[in-house]
Structures are given as C-alpha cells and as structure tokens.
C-alpha cells in the first residue's frame, strides 16, 4: 500500500456549522493540509442532496473529486471503495449514517483521513470513531477514523425527516444514564472514569435539556445546538477511547431489540425510550428524561415504537448479555418481574 503520512488524528480538528458550509468544502482540505484526490462517499439519495455539490466545490478549487456510491454498511461496500478510492487522499462520507460508517471505516484502513458530512442529526455516530458496520450479517461496532473535520450544513440537517432529527437528540439524551452508568461501574467493578469524558458527555446531554423549544421546532437554529451536542459526545467517545460515555444499559436494551426483531425503531428514539427505564433504576431522573422526549416528540412509548410489552420485556432482561464486559444499572441481569413493574412505573406501558 502507498505511504500516506496522515497521523492518526484523536479529536475532530476542524467544525464549521452553519448555512453553506459546504461552499468552503475545497478550504478545508487546504487547511487540513490536504492536496490529492478526494474520494466522497454518498448513497444515491445523499449524493443528490450534498455529494454533487461538493465535488464540484472540490473542482473548482482544483482538487480531483471522485463520487463513490454505496448501498448498505457492510465489508463489501468497504473493499468496494477501499478499491475505487486507493489513489485518494480523503474521504468525505456524506449521508445520515450509511455512508458515513463506510467512509469513516475505509479511511481507517487507508490511513487517510474522514471528512463527515451529515444530511440528518440522526445519531452521534456522524461525529464519533466508531463505524457501525455489517460483518458476516451482525451489525458490529468498529474502531474507525474520528473526522478530521465535521461539515454540518444546518439548513440541509433540518430539512431532513424530522424522525431522524429528533431521535438523535435522544440518543444524545441518553448520555445521562450511560454517564450513570460508568461511574456504577466505577464503584461496582472499579472501572476508571475519565472525568473529562464524562462531563462533555453531560454537557452535550444538558445542553439539548436547556434548548428543548428550539430542539423541538427543528429549525437550523435548533440543528446547530444539536450538530454541536453530537460533536461533543463524538469527543466524548474519543476522549475516552470508547463508546462508554455515550452507551450504557440504555444502548444495550436497544442493541437487544435490534436482536430480537429487525430495528423496530431508530436507534435514537429505541435509546431513548430505554433511558427513561434506565434513570428509573438507577433511582435518577427518570421524569425528567421523559418530560424532554415527549416535548420534542420522541417516542415514550413501546406502543409508538411498534414494540409490545412482551418484545420490550424481553429485551431489557436479556440486555445485560449483549456486552457483558460493560457494567451497568442491569448487573447480571433484572428479572422480568422487575421490569415489567419498571416499564409501568415509568409509563413505558400502561398498566
Ligand atoms: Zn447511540
């Protein structure tokens, strides 16, 4: 393989957030140090949206643009364009989630650096170093390339589904419980908390609390507080050199639906929904959590999720096998009984 002499990069160096950024596509490769060919990774719809458009950016500002298109998140994707982008100096991966987890995994294995460029806040993932990536049919998360810069176009975020939008603003919601969570197992199995971590993990959560009017209207306003909050758990990640500060019991409930049933529901609003049990077992601020999905129309119920009270039940007392290395609220297991009486308590279910 060509030398490439890109290090490493731990945090995001680079965060432009507003209307237009796209326009300042070939300036930040400058800026970034950048002088060889761009490979942008697009699925057929995100590729109308923003891949055009930015290689033509990159064109006239002589950079060479290849558009890559992918259409799942799998291996075979990956060594698709880690074959067509093989003389490329940067990837760009331009979409909601697909074509940022290719990119972001490919230029991992390239050594080169990833460029994000989200058309939907949908989770944190636009902003962290892990790709979510279809391996052998199992959905696994790998350690990728943290973007060396995020390019966040505010007013094409808030023109996307609003449903995507919203649930990852509960994704970022849920960093409340993970953050819980880690220091559990801090006092439990006496794991290290990294403080810093922790706190922008908080930090993105809290800021999304205080905003929650303009979260709710969605508007580009309302996208850039979200887009930064992403960022800041992505760091968060990063910082801690894992996913813990933005994934506890509430992402393994969620993780044990998609292995029950076929994603009922999106990751975000499956997080979400399963924060509200998790505060309420950790005897934290169950109503709270709550109060703010219901007011920027996340799901707070199983029933808006597609879900019943079995699959749902179901998924909570086998969660704490999804990563049993992970300590949390759900220890080795909360019995069905506890659960049930969790969901209805917290208005999960009806009782
Ligand atoms: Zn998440």
Redesign the pocket.
Known sequence: MKEKSFPHTLLTSLVSIGEDVLDSSAEVLRTLGITGKAGIVCDSITRDLAGRKIAEVLEEGDYQADILIITEADMANVEKVREEAAEAEVLFGVGGGRPIDVAKYTAHLLNIPFISVPTAAS???VASGRASINVEGRKSSLGARVPAAVLADTSLISSAPRRLNVSGAA??V?NITAVNDWYLAERIKGERVHRVAAELALLAARRLLQCRDLIRDMQPEGVKVLMEAIILSGTSMAVAGS?RP??GAE?LI?HSLDSLRPSPGL??EQ?GLSSILTAYLQGADWRGIRDFLEHIGAPVKAVELGVDEELFLKAVTEAHRIRPERYTILGDGITLKAARRAARATRIFQA
Do not use: L, N, P, Q
């Open positions: 989770h944190d993932g994704d970022i849920s996913s933005a994934s992402h969620s990751h975000g997080c």
